[in-house]
């Protein structure tokens, strides 16, 4: 199976396992060819750091895609993970027009919120841009605040299969075409995930765990995309990429001076290798 070409759109930072830091290096060790456009700049991310030096790159992706466009480069797949500024989201949409194969995937996942909660450094502008992401994404990989915040659900700390059911069909209403709805919990001892394709609703919940990690949801979601890209189905997809949180969260906890992020680097080999045996 050929390689493919993804552009991730995402933030930069600095110091710290999360946004671009995950995705180039998950996606790189399967395999892809991997371009950054990266939306802002961080000195780190902004979970356990204080002080951070922060730069908006509005401009320069502006200015990027302009180049890209003279240069004639195209993309397998677009992915794109946190927005901070509003007026970014019509120069993705410009991107994709303009850079993405007429057969590519555009994958987003609105990072923008946990906990029932919009991101405090957020406004109500990245709300309606990733709706409107959302109505022309392949997939869409939002936590379940993310999916209420989009459809206007009421926010429920516990997800039964009603719950999910009707937040499921809020967002096939916003045009939502595949859909992986993560950190659904049955109660305080369980978590997992629930996709849709249209047809196919799958739900995987596992055993929760008592320790987390800034940035498990960059790795997760980095992980389905370069599952995707590699031709497993939804499910598979899944599977392996919960399990490699799992992974990398024994990984990291005896660890006490490591609690900014997964210690998942050692484990990628062991995925590509041995856990996924068509790869």
Not at 124 to 131: A, E, K, L, P, V
Not at 257 to 266: P, Q, R, T
């Amino acid at each position: 199976m050929d390689n493919k070409k993804i552009l991730v759109i995402e933030e930069i930072t600095c110091y710290g396992q999360a946004s671009s830091n995950i995705a180039v290096s998950i996606l790189s060790a399967f395999g892809n060819e991997v371009a950054l456009l990266p939306t802002s700049i961080s000195s780190t991310h902004n979970i356990g750091f204080t002080d951070i030096v922060n730069m908006d790159l509005t401009d320069f992706m502006e200015k990027t895609i302009d180049h890209y466009k003279s240069e004639h480069i195209q993309f397998d797949t677009i992915y794109v993970g946190k927005i901070t500024n509003g007026k970014q989201f019509d120069i993705i949409k410009e991107a994709k027009e303009y850079l993405l194969k007429d057969d590519g995937l555009f994958i987003v996942d609105p990072s923008m919120g946990k906990n029932g909660d919009l991101d405090s450094n957020l406004d109500i502008d990245i709300i309606s841009g990733y709706i409107d992401l959302s109505s022309i994404a392949d997939f869409i990989i939002p936590n379940v605040t993310e999916a209420c915040l989009m459809t206007r659900y009421d926010y429920s700390e516990y997800h039964d299969d009603s719950y999910i059911n009707g937040l499921i069909s809020e967002l096939v209403g916003l045009g939502s075409k595949n859909i992986i709805i993560t950190s659904v919990m049955d109660d305080e001892y369980s978590i997992g995930c629930v996709s849709y394709d249209g047809l196919t609703k799958t739900t995987i919940i596992k055993e929760k765990l008592d320790k987390s990690y800034p940035g498990i949801g960059d790795l997760f979601s980095s992980l389905i995309v370069a599952y995707i890209n590699k031709g497993l189905p939804i499910k598979g997809a899944i599977d392996f990429s919960t399990d490699f949180i799992y992974d990398a969260i024994e990984n990291t906890v005896d660890d006490q001076f490591h609690d900014y992020g997964l210690k998942y680097e050692n484990l990628i080999n062991e995925y590509i290798n041995k856990k996924d045996p068509r790869y």
